[in-house]
């Protein structure tokens, strides 16, 4: 990922973004930990109704076919997910827009902005040129361009609109996906000012902490369109420290016009320069108990001071102690007189040792320089916070607690170091925006590199699943910290109470079961990464069996293999806003330039976890008489709006599945229950779950009034 800068004009725009990246929103949390799930299953939720293709769209499409192209739709948005083939911004007979031609001469943001003007007439797009900007040039390890353009919309930018335009060895662009915002029509005069907005933005955050937020920048106005419906907004950034849980920094989205917060959540920054008079040299100490508890070497730092410092100058990392109080480095970098840590500290030992070995992770296995693959270097700040259950990468350091010795014991173990290295690697690539679906594909990503690193440095242990061995390798997630349950995540069946304890079970299945659809937790971001994690788990190993419902039978093509299809969907075909239908492409499309034979096992996996193509879904059961109290026994009848789709249904709460009981007759209801209730049908999404609950009076006599 080499940044190539091709005219005078982009390096000025690409050196804002990297500027900007220490306080806009594409620097967010990443916490480890396991976030409540008050607004559960059972919160209603609608997608919009799909936007249909025009006559226009359709011919275009068929006349691309025609000349070898693939166009891959989206199911709700009239765009296309994805347009593949070769010819790409030459003029063909599907060529439309303003007639701009991609010259092939390696002027890379040029021709991928020709590129998104011949298609617009598939993407409905009015004037590229005037509609997209350049974010990034990337060039890969096979020799291949990737330029990422965001949607601009009269001069502001569009929050929610993202397409790349990727280019073989010969400069010949072959695929453009992403997301385009369609027909955007707003009057970009906003109603009250960037003033107003932040006190509007201060409002909120005094309900949720008495510290005052420090602003970190001018208010920008731009295009807010995450939603289905675009706004003119302001972007405005509180930061805040507390003592107990460290820093905080409130992203806020303020309606321009009426004052309304539209989306608010929370990301982090600081870095200090280290010391350099000194050579590097080896430095022992034992790491932590979960980690196998041994006494390890790591090249560490020798300062002409006469310290011992756990910093690598070469392979870019070192180590932090972030703690006020109890430890002889307390707020500096990690330093002893002797070149023997002992056991003095366990937590900065195993952290040193981590960050080495996720660094040559990357760096031999992906090609990839540091995060940001131009040599940055990592921070590992350790000892964070008080009894602080929880590990996060703040958009330019990472940070670790010691845990609260019940729940979890200190964060620092290496699948959780590489899972929060993981997210500065995507906030340096595709981007994901840390919110719903996208969010969720984040989370997961991180969850696969912590694996992939994890399985790179230890020994096999997967033989003793679902029980763990300390320092071995496993398809768990934070096994070798967590106590309460024996994992915090687990790839293998992300839906196993015995390993992440009862009412932890994320899906296995896209809209499946345990899919979360309430919007705690950014909207699910560490619950629905479940599907991705287990296609992960089954694209390396295979099997065969019945996942949530859908059979399947699949030849796995190996970790060492997956994980490069892993690195490109996620650095070069994923983007800023790709929800489970793009990230099928992009594994899809990342297979196909590495090894063609592992397309089908790609396509096996996806269809498992039910992402398919279209992701059309089950209308949701609707219940009659709805629920309510009633005065005697009464007949309630499940319906679907889907033909021929099947029922399944549980009334002791539990969430219904295809091995519950199938709908066949009305139910007769005489005393109090809920009625949790999904339907399925071979071909389409399972419905989301619905729930309906009866009383009966009589039953209920404390609910009168007085
Ligand atoms: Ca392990
Ligand atoms: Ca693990
Ligand atoms: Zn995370």
């Not at 003119?232 to 460290?246: E, Q």
């Not at 006494?295 to 756990?310: A, D, I, P």
């Not at 990392?317 to 707020?331: E, H």
């Not at 879904?617 to 709006?641: K, L």
Request: charged residues 15%.
């Amino acid at each position: 990922m080499n940044a190539v800068l091709p005219t005078a004009c982009f390096r000025a725009r690409a050196l804002q973004f990297l500027l900007l990246c220490s306080t806009a929103l594409v620097c967010l949390p990443a916490l480890a930990v396991r976030p409540s799930r008050s607004a559960g299953p059972s919160a209603r939720h609608q997608d919009p109704p799909a936007r249909q293709r025009t006559a226009d769209q359709r011919e275009l499409a068929l006349r691309a076919e025609n000349e070898s192209l693939s166009v891959k739709w989206h199911s709700r948005r009239a765009t296309p997910v994805s347009v593949r083939g070769k010819g790409l911004g030459r003029p063909g007979a599907f060529s439309s827009g303003k007639g701009l031609t991609a010259g092939g001469q390696g002027r890379f943001v040029d021709d991928a902005v020709a590129v998104m003007d011949s298609l617009a007439g598939l993407y409905r797009l009015k004037d590229a040129q005037q509609e997209f900007r350049a974010r990034s040039v990337r060039k890969d390890r096979l020799g291949h361009t990737h330029v990422s353009l965001e949607q601009v919309y009269a001069g502001l930018k569009v929050v929610g609109g993202a397409v790349a335009v990727h280019f073989d060895g010969a400069a010949e662009a072959y695929e453009a996906n992403g997301r385009y915002v369609q027909d955007l029509d707003l009057k970009t005069a906003p109603a009250i000012t960037g003033d107003e907005a932040e006190t509007l933005a201060r409002k909120n955050l005094a309900l949720r902490t008495p510290i005052k937020g420090q602003l970190e920048a001018d208010p920008e106005l731009l295009i807010y369109a995450l939603g289905d419906d675009a706004r003119v907004a302001y972007h405005l950034t509180l930061s805040t420290f507390d003592p107990k849980s460290g820093a905080e920094r409130r992203e806020y989205f303020v309606d321009a016009l009426n004052g309304d917060i539209l989306l608010v959540f929370d990301s982090v920054a600081h870095v200090d320069a280290p010391t350099a008079n000194g050579n590097h040299t080896p430095i022992s100490g034992s790491i932590l108990a979960g980690e196998g508890g041994g006494s390890v070497s790591v090249s560490g730092w020798y300062e002409n001071t006469g310290n011992y410092y756990l910093y690598n100058k070469t392979n870019y990392w070192y180590v932090y102690n972030a703690a006020s109080s109890g430890y002889s480095d307390n707020n500096t970098y990690a330093y002893r007189a002797s070149v023997s840590w002992g056991t003095s500290d366990r937590v900065e030992m195993s952290a040193a040792r981590n960050f080495a070995i996720i660094q040559n992770y990357f760096r031999t296995v992906h090609g990839l320089n540091s995060f940001d693959n131009a040599g940055a270097f990592a921070r590992a700040n350790m000892h964070v916070g008080s009894s602080y259950v929880n590990a996060y990468w703040d958009g330019s350091t990472f940070n670790f607690g010691d845990g609260d010795g019940f729940t979890a014991n200190p964060l620092g173990v290496l699948d959780v170091s590489a899972h929060e290295y993981a997210h500065a690697v995507t906030d340096y690539s595709a981007d994901l925006y840390y919110y719903g679906e996208s969010g969720a594909l984040n989370e997961s990503f991180s969850d696969i590199f912590g694996a992939n690193v994890e399985f790179f440095a230890q020994p096999d242990g997967t033989a003793a699943y679902p029980n763990v061995t300390a320092g071995q390798s496993d398809w768990l997630v934070g096994e070798d910290s967590w106590i309460s349950t024996k994992a915090l995540r687990d790839m293998r069946n992300p839906a196993n109470p015995v390993t992440v304890g009862s009412g932890n079970q994320l899906p296995t299945r896209y809209k499946g079961t345990y899919w979360y659809y309430g919007t705690d937790d950014n909207a699910g971001v560490h619950y629905n990464g479940g599907v991705q994690n287990f296609f992960y788990y089954l694209l390396c190993q295979g099997g065969s069996g019945t996942n949530d419902g859908i059979p399947y039978v699949i030849a796995g093509i190996g970790r060492t293999n997956a994980e490069h299809v892993a690195y490109r969907a996620l650095t070069v075909y994923a983007g800023p806003y790709s929800e489970y239908e793009d990230i099928r492409t992009a594994w899809i499309s990342a297979a196909t330039d590495l090894n063609t034979n592992w397309i089908v096992s790609v396509d096996a996996a996806l269809e498992a976890v039910g992402v398919i193509p279209g992701l059309a879904a089950v209308a949701p059961p609707t219940f009659n008489p709805p629920e309510g109290t009633y005065g005697s026994s009464i007949s309630v009848t499940v319906e679907t709006a889907t033909a021929e789709a099947s029922i399944y249904y549980t009334l002791n709460g539990s969430e219904p599945s295809q091995s519950s009981t199938l709908y066949s007759a009305p139910l007769v209801v005489t005393s109090a229950v809920t009625i949790k209730a999904k339907a399925f049908k071979d071909g389409l999404l399972p419905s989301e779950t619905v729930s309906a609950s009866y009383n009966f009076l009589g039953t209920r006599i404390y609910s009168f009034p007085l």
